[in-house]
Every structure is written in C-alpha cells, then in structure tokens.
C-alpha cells in the first residue's frame, strides 16, 4: 500500500528488505535535490529545550550549498520487525550520504518534533501504526516536521520507480549518531503549552490507567504523566512490541483497560495504537467512549480559549460541527489522512485540527496527530471544568456511528446504486462519496492502509443508524461485495 499515509505491507510478503532499502535510499536522494526545501531555516519560534529555535509546517525555500549532506531523523515503533527494517533504512540513507540521526524507539510525534528541533531536512519513521503485528511502513517526514504532501510524495515514488538514486563514494557515506534527548524535549513542548496549567493538573493527583500495548507510546506516556504528578497505572508499558490486543484502540479492543478503570475506580483511562499518534478514552465509568470523542474534548477545550478555524477530515463526527457552532467558528473538512488535514490547517492557521480515530493536531505544539497533547488536553479540561470526563461526554449532542470495511469488485458501480439510494442527499465526491442528510451522512472511501472500502455512516438516533446501515448491506449483496 502506497498513499499519503506513507508505505506499508505485510513483512516478508509485501514489506521487504529490499523495498525497505530501495524507499530510504530514494528518500534520501530527494531531500538533498536543489528544489527540495532545506530543514536549515527556522521560522524564529523558541525551541523549549537549549534556547534553540525551531520551525512548525513547510520552510521557505532555501538553496542547497555545494557538498551540503541531508540530515534525516529516524525513529521506529516496537515491533519485532522494526529493527531488520531500520538497518535497511539506515544503509539505504547513508548511501546516498545522509547523517543519520537515530532515535530508537520512540512514537511518531515523537520523530516529528525532532526533525524540527534539529533542523533535519526529513525523518522515517518506522511504524505501522494501527495495523496488526505482521505489517509494518513508513511514515515520511518533511523538513517543517509534518508528512510529506501529495506532491511530495508523488517526487519519492517517481525516484523509488526510476531507480535514479544519487550514490556517493566510499569516502563521503553518511554517518549515523544516536540521539536520546527526544522524550524530554517532546515533554517540554507539550508542557510549555501556554493553556496547559500543568501545576493545576498536578493539584488533582489523578489516578491514570494508560493502555500502551507493548508499543512505543508507553515511553513518552508515563513520563508525562508522572511530571504531572498523576497517579498512573499502567498496562503494556514496556515497548517490546508483543501487542496483548489488536493495536487499533478501538472500543471493541479495549476490555482490559475498562475493567482496569473500573476496579482501580480511577478518573480516566487512555489507550493509544502502536506509535502513539492516536489516543481513545476510557471514562471513569470503565466505558469506552470511541475514538470519535478525543478530538471533540480536545477542541472544546481549545475553542473555550481561543478562537478560530478548525480543521478535520471527512469522515470525522459532527460533534465538531456543533462544538465550532457554539463557539461562533467554522469548520473546514478534508481529505482523510493527516498530511491533507494539516496542509488546510497551514492555509487557515487553525487553532486545532485532527481526525475523528483519535488524532488531534494542536499547531502550537507541533503539525502532528500526537496522543501525548491530547491527553494533557482532556487532563486539562477536566481540571478547569470540575467534571468527570463521563459527565464531560455527556454535554455533548449524541450521535451513533458504524464504521466497517468492504471488499468491493464493482467501486464505481455500487457508489452510482449508493447515489440513487439515498437521492436526494447532498454528495460530495472530494474523496469516495459522502452523502450529507440532516439527519445523518455516509462516507465510502477507499482505505490509504489496507486494501479495501470504509464504510462510515453516523446519524442522531440509532434507528436511523440501523435503517440506512440495513440499506446500504442490501444494496451491497446485491453487488456482490464483501462487508467486514
């Protein structure tokens, strides 16, 4: 699978060593072509660790000095593939006579946030974030810390097909260093936020279950939560990759970190995927709330302290909508995947953005999804509003979504038949169709990580849910198309 969410395949199948080495080497040679943007000039924004300075989003145009070498960051997640993987990564880079700034095992945000810091001209992370244990991916880096952009990534796949890579002789190949200073500079970020009271977090002493899974998340997590003085319990915080539920955290996978909130009467629970870029919630009922809210608290709360545009994807719950409503704002919908959703937020200098599985982006921390900002955001909003996070969830308008997947032979036969269904609902063809109806929307799109179709229908009373979800099954039987 090749898509603005990066590369990524089944290991030993699709997802080789040879695949792994051919898409780093092409990536190093495109950071180091004269039109590609240097990661050398900063936009003046105080970087919270050294006094250094930093950049967020896409740098202006710099031109490349003679024998100037790229600089790229690496960092992986926990799987057991991830090491095999990353020595690919790490020849096919130096070949082409990139440094090598090694980070280890770290999440996502994580390798974003440096490639600013450091002022690296790109990062790979290494990570197949929700996907189970056998696959793993790329995520690309630009040089202002977020994904590459369509256009970007449409240059590294033209190099990676052509083969033109821009070797270097033996006495100019890259050098690899080791950088362990990631997590405290990340949790500096996050707490230098300027609307994070993190000594009135602390007051609270809240007592915390985190669900890292195994992953890498469990590295920046705990530490966070103990310089906010919670009380934390912790399952699957050691990152060695031997996921104990599938890394998705959805509601259907999260029993254990229910029953943990319940029986340890805590005030919260969090679960995020195996790179930490996405964060679901666990109330202090021991119910999990779904994905969908994360990025509705996180917007409540920054829309009760500034105002402005916020940014989400196409598929995300209107929860959004009503939230920027009542704060007097709009809301700008994209194409799903968070290289779209942080392009717009560039354009629109949004106060918030994200998506509705979890990823909230909060600009003046850094252009990513990052599960670590929006847990001290929902921290935070708990704090100042002196609510349960149950009683928080339930200020908010109700909907009910289903999300599903389908293997479909006939795409564009069985969205016309979706089309007539539904006539005469607003479409929207941005992405797939999405069928806008007072009462309810529809959204099929083809997946950018596995392949197949996502079906996501959401509506204001489970009736209707049910209605239009028996509908749309009837009409995919009939088109001789699998639903998952």
Not at 85 to 109: F, H, N, Q, R, Y
Not at 133 to 143: L, M, Q, T, Y
Not at 267 to 292: H, N, W, Y
Request: proline letters at 4%.
């Amino acid at each position: 699978m090749i898509g603005i969410s990066g590369v990524r395949g089944i290991v030993g199948k699709s997802f080789t060593p040879e695949l792994a080495l051919r898409f780093a080497t092409a990536f190093g040679t495109l950071v180091q072509t004269p039109s590609f943007p240097l990661g050398r000039s900063p936009n003046g924004r105080a970087s919270p660790i050294g006094g250094a300075t930093a950049f967020s989003g896409v740098p202006p145009k710099a031109v490349r000095t003679k024998g100037e070498v790229g600089k790229i960051v690496v960092g992986l997640d926990s799987r057991p593939s991830g090491e095999m993987i990353k020595s690919a990564v790490i020849a096919g880079l130096t070949s082409v006579g990139c440094e090598v700034v090694d980070l280890g095992i770290v999440p996502t945000p994580t390798v974003q946030i440096m490639v600013e810091d450091l002022k690296a001209d790109g990062g790979i992370v290494i990570t197949a974030s929700h996907n189970p244990i056998e696959w793993n991916a790329f995520k690309f880096i630009g040089p202002g810390g977020a994904f590459l952009n369509a256009e970007e990534g449409r240059r590294l796949l033209e190099i990676y097909q052509r083969g033109k890579f821009k070797y270097v002789p033996w006495d100019k190949i890259g050098k690899t260093t080791m950088d362990d200073s990631a997590i405290d500079r990340h949790i500096c970020r996050i707490l230098a936020f300027k609307y994070l009271s993190v000594q009135k977090i602390r007051q609270q002493k809240f007592k915390v279950v985190i669900d890292c899974n195994y992953g890498a998340a469990g590295e920046l997590f705990f530490p966070l939560l103990n310089r906010l003085e919670c009380r934390i319990i912790a399952i699957g915080l050691e990152p060695t990759g031997q996921f104990s539920r599938l890394p998705e955290p959805v509601a259907k996978n999260l029993s254990e970190l229910c029953e943990t909130v319940q029986r340890e009467r805590a005030a919260i629970g969090f679960a995020t995927d195996a790179d930490g870029d996405r964060l679901s919630i666990v109330s202090d009922k021991g119910i999990a709330l779904g994905e969908e809210y994360t990025l509705a608290l996180a917007t409540r709360y920054i829309l009760s302290k500034v105002q402005g545009t916020v940014v989400t994807n196409l598929s995300t719950t209107r929860m959004i909508d009503d939230i920027a409503l009542e704060s007097g704002v709009k809301v700008i919908r994209t194409r799903v995947g968070e290289a779209n959703v942080v392009q717009q937020m560039q354009k629109e200098k949004a106060v918030i953005g994200g998506e509705g599985n979890g990823g909230v982006i909060l600009p003046e921390v850094h252009y990513g999804r990052d599960g670590a900002v929006a847990m001290a955001l929902v921290l935070q909003l708990i704090t100042d509003s002196k609510k349960t996070i149950s009683e928080l969830a339930k200020g908010f308008p109700k909907y009910y979504m289903i999300k599903r997947t389908l293997i479909v032979k006939n795409v564009a036969g069985f969205f016309k038949k979706i089309e007539k269904k539904f006539f005469p609902a607003e479409v929207d063809h941005t992405e797939g169709i999405k069928l806008n109806m007072s009462e309810a929307w529809i959204h099929l799109r083809a997946s950018g990580t596995e392949p197949i179709l996502r079906l996501i229908i959401e509506a204001k009373t489970k009736e209707r849910l049910q209605e239009i979800h028996r509908e749309i099954t009837t009409i995919a039987h009939g088109a001789d198309t699998v639903i998952c």
